[in-house]
Nanobody
Framework: QVQLVESGGGLVQAGDSLRLSCAASGRTFTMGWFRQAPGKERELVAA????????YYADFLKGRFIISRDNVKKSVYLQMNSLKPEDTAVYYC?????????????????WGQGTQVTVSS
C-alpha cells in the first residue's frame, strides 16, 4: 500500500501562485491531481505519466497549472498560477499502478488526504 501526503495548500488572493507537493511512500506510475469543491464532484485537474513525458490537463485550466514529478524523491507537484476564486477546493494527490494517463477517479489506486486551497477575491 502506497501512502500519499500532500502539502502546500493555503489561503491566497486571486492572481497569486501556489505550489502543491505530494510525497509517496512507494512507487506509482501515473500520478494525478484532483480537486473537489463543496457540493461538487471530484474532478481531475492534471495527470502525468511515470516518465513525465505525457501529461494531461483539464480544459478549464487554460494553461494556468503545471504538473511535474521527481521520481527520485517519489514526489509530484502542481504549480498553480493566476489563481481564481473558482479554484477554491480540496486538492487530492492520486497514484495509479497503470501506466496509462487516467482521467477518472476509478483508475487510481492510492489517494492522499487532501490539502485545502482557498482563493479570495
Amino acid at each position: 500500500q502506497v501512502q500519499l501526503v500532500e502539502s502546500g495548500g493555503g489561503l491566497v488572493q486571486a492572481g497569486d501562485s501556489l505550489r502543491l507537493s505530494c510525497a509517496a511512500s512507494g512507487r506509482t506510475f501515473t500520478m494525478g491531481w484532483f480537486r473537489q469543491a463543496p457540493g461538487k464532484e471530484r474532478e481531475l485537474v492534471a495527470a502525468i505519466s511515470w516518465s513525465g513525458l505525457r501529461t494531461y490537463y483539464a480544459d478549464f485550466l487554460k494553461g494556468r497549472f503545471i504538473i511535474s514529478r521527481d521520481n527520485v524523491k517519489k514526489s509530484v507537484y502542481l504549480q498553480m498560477n493566476s489563481l481564481k476564486p473558482e479554484d477554491t477546493a480540496v486538492y487530492y494527490c492520486a497514484g495509479s499502478n497503470s501506466q496509462a494517463i487516467l482521467t477518472s477517479t476509478p483508475g487510481y489506486d492510492y489517494w492522499g488526504q487532501g490539502t485545502q486551497v482557498t482563493v479570495s477575491s
